[in-house]
Each structure stands twice: as C-alpha cells, then as structure tokens.
C-alpha cells in the first residue's frame, strides 16, 4: 500500500505540473481508487485468510496469491494508462520547463524522493521495543 500511496503522490504532482486534461485527471484518478481498493480488498482476504486459517494451507496460499496478483494486474494497467498520460512530448516539455522555471519547487519535490523511501521502507523490525 505505501508503494502505492507514493507512487499516487507523484503521478498527482506530474499532472499538476504538466497540465494534463480533464479526462486524463478522471483516467489517471480512476486507477489511483482502483488499485488503492484492490490493496485494500488484498489486506482484507490476507487478514481473514491468516485469523481463520493461520497454519500452512495450499488453498489458503492460493488466495492470498490471487489477491495480490489482482493489485498487480491493476497497478500494471495503471502503469500502461500513465504511460499513454505523461508520456507524450507535449507533458515531457512541459515538465522540463517546470525544471528550468522554477527550479526551487523542482528540488524540493526531488527532496521528497528521500522521506517517500522511508515511508515505502516502514519501521525497522524490532523499532516498537
């Protein structure tokens, strides 16, 4: 889910920076709630799998394995339909004139790379002790 949550944050910064339309803010929106939801819906199967059945099962493997694939599935459209969103010559100089304009803002959301990696990377085991 923080990977998600993250990988959100910047795709919502890239379209306020390149100027992306009205339907590609629905498109791109739209992905961000699906695959938020399937995460979501993933947690949820693997939290009920692991109360009602917390011993070694093939089937209950086999579950949490469809949940996730289904976050994968997701998360690879959502990928393709990004693709189609951002990269296009017009948002690639659209965001290099961002760099050269206002360079400040430019490396202060580059700075966030650094916090958004802790976050990704969660609390170290043990860290609650």
């Not at 998600?4 to 803010?25: D, K, P």
């Not at 929106?29 to 693997?46: D, M, S």
């Not at 799998?49 to 493997?61: A, E, N, V």
Request: charged share 15%; net charge positive; proline share 3%.
């Amino acid at each position: 889910m923080r990977v998600h949550l993250c990988f959100a944050f910047y795709v919502i910064l890239a379209g306020l920076v390149t100027g992306i339309s009205q339907s590609e803010w629905l498109a791109v929106l739209l992905c961000i709630g699906f695959v938020t939801a399937l995460e979501c819906a993933n947690t949820a199967v693997e939290t009920l799998c692991d109360t009602l059945h917390p011993q070694k099962s093939r089937g209950i493997g086999t579950a949490k394995d469809t949940a996730a694939a289904a976050v994968l599935c997701a998360a690879a459209a959502s990928a393709v339909v990004g693709a189609r969103v951002f990269f296009q010559a017009e948002r690639i100089s659209k965001a290099y004139s961002f760099l050269q304009q206002k360079p400040v803002l430019a490396c202060l959301i580059i700075l966030t790379l650094f916090p958004a990696v802790l976050f990704v990377r969660g609390k170290p085991e043990g860290a609650n002790k």
